[in-house]
């Protein structure tokens, strides 16, 4: 009877052992390699039909070259392409802070990002870890996006009435997100009537729109967090970066505005992504 036991209790260690080494060669070698998509309805009110159904395709945190490769920057080419979006933003950290830049791979990422296609515009803000890299300007427009870093857009899509788009660039330049906004806040206080039908703001940091005096903007589409990165049941996320210690989950309700944060598409600081897995989203805009 007490070898019985004890052949049960081995048994079962063995088991636990197995399962907690499948977990783990699953999150080194398996979730950080796929993409996801993840499709989100908004409901506008009073919104024109010509922007119903506008479909807005949302990227962020690829963190190229550490584990988003060439051959995930394709595959990930190829699946926006296939949703056919009006309008693509990427909110930052295209590339990882310990990526040895060179020109070849920077042309590489430009005509990949240019292979993007979407019917009305391509938009860009950096991220923290954009920042340690020069290149990061020519990369974006060669690519055919537009550097939305503190600046404003406004879009029209077969009528007169408009979608104002604004950005921010990432907190670790040390600029309050007022004077980054200041110019696009101003612009849109200059309406008395016959503004934008609806405005939409793009940050990498989450946290930093706690900070913002004034908050003008219906949609915020946010990265940086990766959703945790790692999560475990009930436990939730085990590590969150400073900049998404408070806004890390897909949707909040900030004032009058929805706060949309990407999961990301690549790892940040360690090879492993476990219960998060990478996507993007495709949000409709709809009456």
Known sequence: MAKEKHFSFLK???IIILIIGLIIAYGFLIEPKLITVKEQKITINN??????????VHISDIHYDRLFDE???????KSINEQKPDIVVLTGDLIDKDTHMTTNMANKVSKY?????????KYAINGNNDLNFDEWYNIITNGGFRDLNN??????????????ISGASTIKDKLSINDKLKTSVDYLNSF????????????HEPDAIDDL???????????????????LPIIGPVYLPDGAKKYYENHYKIENA???????????NFNFRLFSVPSYTLYRLVN
Do not use: C, M, W
């Not at 051959?71 to 080419?77: D, H, P, R």
């Not at 008395?192 to 939409?200: E, N, S, T």
């Open 47 to 56: 919104l024109p039909d010509n922007f119903d159904g506008f479909k807005i």
């Open 258 to 268: 929805d706060l949309y944060i990407s999961n990301g598409l690549g790892v940040s």
């Open 71 to 77: 051959e995930s920057l394709k595959k990930l080419v």
């Open 192 to 203: 008395q009537k016959d503004g934008p039908v609806y405005k939409i703001l793009l940050l």
């Open 151 to 164: 600046t404003y857009d406004t879009i029209y899509k077969d009528g007169y009435q408009s979608i104002f």
């Open 113 to 121: 990002l240019n292979n993007i296609s979407a019917t009305t515009g």
């Open 12 to 14: 079962l260690f063995l």
């Open 213 to 231: 005096t004034v908050n003008p903007f219906d949609l915020i589409l946010a990265g940086h967090s990766h959703a945790g990165q790692i999560r």
